[in-house]
């Protein structure tokens, strides 16, 4: 079975550009997550949707960033504008139900000159 | 609000030798779940091992295993017979069991890097 999927592996883009990361998650998950690691905060939660709903967006750093999930088998994380503060590794996870464990995708390299 | 300490940012193991990663956490709630998750060169997060809470017996997979001490709030993770593809930055996370939202948020340590020697 496949696991999660992201895409693009890798995007590199200008200050002030939109950004859109995407994920297919684990066939049969109910529950998707967006993560962002990065050097100085570490791994930190930022959307979590559970059945295609957003239950906790606490973690979104600010308007600049929206989460959708329009069906059980996709959702997009957006960055519009970008800024080079938001340059991070950015994974998706989903688990069976939000109990569950959470299994990781490759990972979005995200770099913003 | 839960905390995840790692307070070895680096390890080093000879090969087939043994090495216990340290993790402590902090709660106020009874019922949770522990993780350890792997993180190679590639950035691709593995799990390794997962403890719930409410079991007394230690996790084990393979030559992965764990030493959960509750009241200690104490989470090691030992590995056993070092393989060079045991090299990774391995991370400690908690998760609670309780909540719509805060039961299925992964909190993490900081990491620890792991080398393995030949």
């Known amino acids: 079975d496949a696991g999660v999927i992201q895409s693009p592996r890798h995007e590199v883009t200008e200050m002030g550009q939109e950004v859109t990361l995407r994920c297919k998650p684990i066939?049969?998950?109910?529950?998707l997550f967006w993560y962002r690691q990065t050097m100085m905060r570490g791994l930190e939660l930022l959307i979590y949707?559970?059945?295609?709903?957003?239950?906790?967006d606490s973690g979104m750093p600010e308007d600049r960033f929206s989460a959708k999930m329009p069906n059980a088998s996709f959702s997009t994380l957006k960055i519009q504008p970008s800024e080079p503060r938001d340059s991070a590794v950015y994974f998706c996870?989903?688990?069976?139900?939000?109990?569950?464990?959470?299994?990781f995708g490759p990972g979005t390299r995200l770099l913003v000159l | 609000a839960q905390t995840v300490t790692q307070s070895q940012p680096e390890m080093s193991v000879q090969e087939a030798e043994t090495v216990t990663l340290s993790c402590t956490y902090d709660?106020?709630?009874?019922?949770?779940?522990l993780f350890w998750y792997k993180q190679p060169p590639s950035r691709q997060m593995i799990l390794v091992i997962r403890?719930?809470?409410?079991?007394?017996q230690n996790a084990t997979e393979n030559r992965f295993s764990v030493n959960f001490q509750k009241a200690a709030k104490s989470f090691s993770l030992k590995i056993s017979d070092s393989q060079l593809g045991d090299a990774a930055m391995y991370f400690c996370?908690?998760?609670?069991?309780?909540?719509?939202?805060?039961?299925?948020?992964?909190?993490f340590g900081e990491g620890t890097q792991l080398t393995v020697n030949p």
């Open positions: 949707f559970n059945n295609n709903v957003p239950i906790d």
């Open positions: 709660t106020s709630e009874s019922d949770y779940y």
């Open positions: 996870a989903s688990s069976y139900t939000r109990q569950e464990t959470q299994y």
């Open positions: 066939s049969g998950h109910n529950s």
């Open positions: 996370a908690y998760r609670s069991a309780r909540g719509e939202t805060s039961g299925s948020r992964l909190t």
């Open positions: 403890q719930e809470a409410y079991k007394q």
